[in-house]
C-alpha cells in the first residue's frame, strides 16, 4: 500500500526515516489542488471535529468514492483551502502533512519513503539539512502515522476473514462486508457506513454500558474493536 500525495512521479531513490531531508513551505498552495486527498476513519474525525459537525455530516458534504476520498471544488481545489492557507491545518490529512515525501509500505510491514515532483512554481524549498524523521515530527505526523498503519492491519483481516467466509457462505460474508465496510450486500455501491465511526462506535458502547470516547484515537480504538468483533462474529 502506497500513501503518498498525487502530485506526478515520485524522484529518486527510496528514503529512510534517518536519510536527509528537509522541506521549508513558503504557503504558495500551488500543491493545494488536483490532489486525490485519501482518508481513513481517524483522519473523518478530526476533520468533522475542527469543522463543529459529526463524522457522518463530514462524509456527506466533503467525501467520495465511499467515503475515502476528500471531495474537491469544481475547479480541483481542496474544499479547505483559503487566502491564508489551509484552513483545517491542525487536522490536516496525513497525505498532506508528508508533502512532499510519499510513505510506502511493504507486505512485510516494512516502510520507506520517497520524494515527489514538486508543482511548477512551487516556492518551497527542498534540501539536506533535517532528516526525514525530523520533517515527521515537525508535521506532527505519528499519530496519523500510526493510525494509517492500524486501518491497514485491519484491512488485511478483514480481506483474509471474507475470503475465507466466501468459500462456505458467499451470502454471510457480504453480509460482513456491509456491515464493515459500508458496501451494500445486494450491488457493488460503495456508501460510507465503514467509514463512519461515530454510529460503530456508539452502538458498540451502547452494548457494554460505555461512554462513547471524544478524543479521536481512543475513538478509533474502539472502532476498530468493535470491526474486529463483526469479523469473528460466527
Same mark, same amino acid.
Given at each position: 500500500?502506497?500513501?503518498?500525495?498525487?502530485?506526478?512521479?515520485?524522484?529518486?531513490?527510496?528514503?529512510?526515516?534517518?536519510?536527509?531531508?528537509?522541506?521549508?513551505?513558503?504557503?504558495?498552495?500551488?500543491?493545494?489542488?488536483?490532489?486525490?486527498?485519501?482518508?481513513?476513519?481517524?483522519?473523518?474525525?478530526?476533520?468533522?471535529?475542527?469543522?463543529?459537525?459529526?463524522?457522518?455530516?463530514?462524509?456527506?458534504?466533503?467525501?467520495?468514492?465511499?467515503?475515502?476520498?476528500?471531495?474537491?471544488?469544481?475547479?480541483?481545489?481542496?474544499?479547505?483551502? =483559503? @487566502?491564508?492557507?489551509?484552513?483545517?491545518?491542525? $487536522?490536516?490529512?496525513? %497525505?498532506? &502533512?508528508? /508533502?512532499?515525501?510519499? !510513505?510506502?509500505?511493504?507486505?512485510?510491514?516494512?516502510?520507506?519513503?520517497?520524494?515527489?515532483?514538486?508543482?511548477?512554481?512551487?516556492?518551497?524549498?527542498?534540501?539536506?539539512?533535517?532528516?526525514?524523521?525530523?520533517?515527521?515530527?515537525?508535521?506532527?505526523?505519528?499519530?496519523?502515522?500510526?493510525?494509517?498503519?492500524?486501518?491497514?492491519?485491519?484491512?488485511?483481516?478483514?480481506?483474509?476473514?471474507?475470503?475465507?467466509?466466501?468459500?462456505?457462505?458467499?451470502?454471510?460474508?457480504?453480509?460482513?462486508?456491509?456491515?464493515?465496510?459500508?458496501?451494500?450486500?445486494? =450491488? @457493488?455501491?460503495?456508501?460510507?457506513?465503514?467509514? $463512519?465511526?461515530?454510529? %460503530?462506535? &456508539?452502538? /458498540?458502547?451502547?452494548? !457494554?454500558?460505555?461512554?462513547?470516547?471524544?478524543?479521536?484515537?481512543?475513538?478509533?480504538?474502539?472502532?476498530?474493536?468493535?470491526?474486529?468483533?463483526?469479523?469473528?462474529?460466527?
Amino acid at each position: 500500500m502506497t500513501i503518498r500525495p498525487d502530485a506526478g512521479h515520485t524522484q529518486g531513490r527510496r528514503l529512510s526515516r534517518i536519510s536527509p531531508f528537509s522541506f521549508s513551505c513558503a504557503r504558495c498552495r500551488r500543491c493545494c489542488r488536483d490532489k486525490i486527498i485519501r482518508l481513513n476513519p481517524f483522519e473523518t474525525v478530526r476533520l468533522s471535529r475542527n469543522l463543529g459537525m459529526s463524522a457522518s455530516r463530514f462524509l456527506r458534504n466533503h467525501t467520495e468514492a465511499g467515503g475515502t476520498a476528500l471531495r474537491r471544488n469544481p475547479d480541483g481545489t481542496c474544499p479547505f483551502l =483559503s @487566502a491564508g492557507g489551509c484552513a483545517v491545518h491542525k $487536522d490536516r490529512p496525513l %497525505v498532506c &502533512r508528508l /508533502y512532499p515525501l510519499g !510513505r510506502h509500505v511493504a507486505g512485510d510491514g516494512s516502510e520507506s519513503f520517497s520524494r515527489a515532483v514538486l508543482e511548477p512554481g512551487c516556492e518551497g524549498v527542498l534540501g539536506r539539512k533535517g532528516s526525514v524523521q525530523r520533517y515527521l515530527d515537525s508535521q506532527r505526523a505519528g499519530p496519523f502515522i500510526e493510525a494509517v498503519d492500524r486501518y491497514l492491519a485491519l484491512s488485511g483481516r478483514m480481506i483474509r476473514e471474507l475470503r475465507r467466509r466466501s468459500e462456505k457462505d458467499p451470502i454471510a460474508a457480504r453480509r460482513i462486508a456491509a456491515a464493515c465496510v459500508g458496501t451494500h450486500p445486494d =450491488s @457493488a455501491v460503495s456508501r460510507p457506513g465503514g467509514m $463512519d465511526m461515530d454510529p %460503530v462506535v &456508539r452502538k /458498540y458502547c451502547s452494548a !457494554r454500558g460505555l461512554p462513547v470516547p471524544d478524543d479521536p484515537k481512543e475513538k478509533m480504538t474502539m472502532h476498530i474493536l468493535a470491526v474486529e468483533e463483526m469479523l469473528s462474529t460466527p
